[in-house]
Every structure is written in C-alpha cells, then in structure tokens.
C-alpha cells in the first residue's frame, strides 16, 4: 500500500473513532427554531425472561446516551406482556419488573398512557373483580398516574394522553374514548391557548394503515379488514372535533407493532411500532425492535425518526 493511501485510511479510522456513542441519523435543528425532543416508546412487553428484561434496560440505555439529548419520554402503552388474562401475582410480577429496570435505567422524565395489555384482569375465566385495582386501577397505580387520561404542556406544546382501550360488550375490547373522556377532551381542547399548539397520545391509533396491515393479509373477499380493537372507531366523531382546532396538529399511537406516517386533513398521524418488535421475538413483518425520535418545532410542525436500538 502506497503511503499516501496508509495515511488516508489511517485519518478515516481516526475519524470513526471520534464519532460519539449515541447514534441519530438527523441532526437537530437549530435552537431557534427547536422547542421540544423526546423518544416515544410503546409496546415494551416486558416480562419475566432474559430477553425482554435485557431488551427494555437496552432499549432505555440507548435513550439516555442520545445526542442530542431527549427531554423526556413518552411511554405509550403496553409496559408489560399482559394483564388481561393474568392471576394477580403475575400482574404484580410484571409491574415490579417494569419499575425496577425503569427506575435503574432511566433518568428522564417519563409521561405513560395505560394499553390494552396493562389493563388487569378484564380476559380472566373467572374475572377479580372484587380486587380494588381491577381493570385500569391496577395501571394507573403502577405508572404512577393521577388519572388514566390526563394534559401536560410543554412551551408551546400542549400535550393531551388518552384512554383508548373500553371493555366492548360484546366481548373483547374496543378502541374509542368513552363518554366521560369525551366531555373532558372537549373542555381540554377548549381552554388550550390557540397560539399552542396540540398533540394527542393514544395507545390504539386514531387513524392509521397499518390497523389494516396487522394480520399481513386480506380476507377471503380481498378486503383490508381493520378490527375494532386495531384502530378508534370514533374516528369519525373525532375527525369533525379535532376540524375545529386548527392548532391540533399531531397524533401519537402505538399498539399495532407497526410503523406509519399518515397526513390527513392537516393533521399528522404517527403509528410508532414497538419496543419488543414481535413480543421479543424478533422483528414483526418488516419492522425491527425500535422507537421513536420526535422533534416538536415552534412553528407547528415535527419530524419523527424510527431508531432501532
């Protein structure tokens, strides 16, 4: 090898050398112009296991090593396996688990939103329902949570997290907020400055393609089939009231284990796959273990960036 050439690759290695830990594939924007970042991670699914338990203290490492810096979390729903059909020892098993590596690995600011499979007991043969903390009870303590919907606000973000999951009826559960949460969004978007703008958290998506794409195939009529439990099915209701706040300008979701990016009527809709990929057993369809990146501009818009960890 000519000297020259030694010497060009020696400065290239030197160069990888300096490259900080934390990876980001964007740069920030200047600080102008940049109001908020944070890391959106949903479907942990952690439960008793070398895997999930590596996989969620990873997935948290890899957060705090950011650059640049995140400044808080979002956790969007289905922090443990499940507990829809768990006993209550089970139930206590993931929760403590989930506490203990979050607690040991994080140092951020955490905002939680209850998902399907933290809600305990509703699938049981025999349902606890005498238990105090049946149903959401049990989530709400456990993520520390004044209430299983709430608003947080963040500069000029107005943050709104919600309650998606409703036991149906009919059997199962269904996604859509229940009358009593719609009364409070209502009032919640009302006092909302209107110079702020507004970002909705769920953990099933409002609106979303990928709701169509779980079961990676059609029906035997060929259609696309989006279940009640995949996706809102108050989208309607919500579509003409989110048209009355022009400020409103993004939606959060988790659940599917898919990733999307959706615009429609001036509202960007984020599906952000999951943590567990497919419950830690690798990547579900096309979409590795990963979480998101979000940047929250002045200006009203943002960016997402999907980061496998």
């Given at each position: 090898?000519?000297?020259k050439?030694f010497?060009k ?5 030197a ?7 934390a990876?980001t ?23 008793p296991?070398?895997v ?5 203290a990873?997935?948290?490492?890899h957060v ?13 729903g289905?922090?443990?396996m499940d ?6 020892e ?8 989930f ?6 690995e994080?140092?951020?600011?955490v ?20 238990n ?11 993520l520390?949570m ?6 947080f606000?963040?500069g000029?973000?107005?943050f709104?997290v ?32 209107s110079d ?6 769920s953990?099933?998506?409002?609106l979303s ?16 089939k989006?279940?009640?439990?995949l ?15 022009p400020n409103?300008?993004s939606?959060?979701s988790?659940h599917i ?32 273990p990963?979480?998101?990146v ?16």
């Open positions: 090898m000519k000297r050439d010497l690759l020696s400065s290239a290695a160069g990888l050398s300096l490259l900080p830990e990876l594939a964007r740069e920030a924007a200047p600080a102008a112009r940049r109001s908020l970042r944070f890391a959106y991670l949903t479907d942990i699914h952690v439960k296991g070398e999930p338990e590596k996989g969620m990873k997935a948290l490492q705090q090593k950011l650059r640049p810096k995140v400044d808080f979390i979002i956790n969007g289905d922090s443990i507990a829809l059909a768990a006993t209550a089970s139930t206590q098993t993931q929760w403590d688990l506490n203990k590596i979050l607690k040991q994080n140092n951020l600011p905002y939680p939103c209850i998902g399907n499979h933290d809600v305990y007991g509703w699938f049981q043969k025999n349902p606890d329902t005498s105090p903390l049946y149903g959401k009870a049990w989530a709400v303590k456990a520390q004044s209430e299983r919907y709430y608003h606000n963040k000029k973000w107005d709104i919600l309650d998606s999951t409703q036991l149906n009826p009919a059997g199962g559960y269904i996604g859509k907020i229940d009358d009593e949460q719609l009364v409070w969004l209502k009032n919640k978007l009302a006092e909302i400055p702020h703008y507004i970002s909705i958290i953990h099933i998506p409002i393609i990928c709701s169509g794409l779980f079961f990676n195939k059609n029906e035997p009529n060929g259609d696309l989006i279940q009640r439990n996706m809102h099915t108050d989208f309607l209701e919500l579509k003409k009231l989110f048209r009355q706040y409103l300008k939606c959060l988790g284990h898919l990733q999307d990016e959706l615009r429609y009527l001036d509202i960007s809709y984020y599906c952000n796959g999951a943590v567990s990929g497919a419950w830690w057993k690798g990547a579900y369809q096309e979409f590795q990963a979480y998101a979000f940047e929250y501009f002045n200006d009203g818009t943002c960016t997402r960036e999907m980061v496998p960890y």
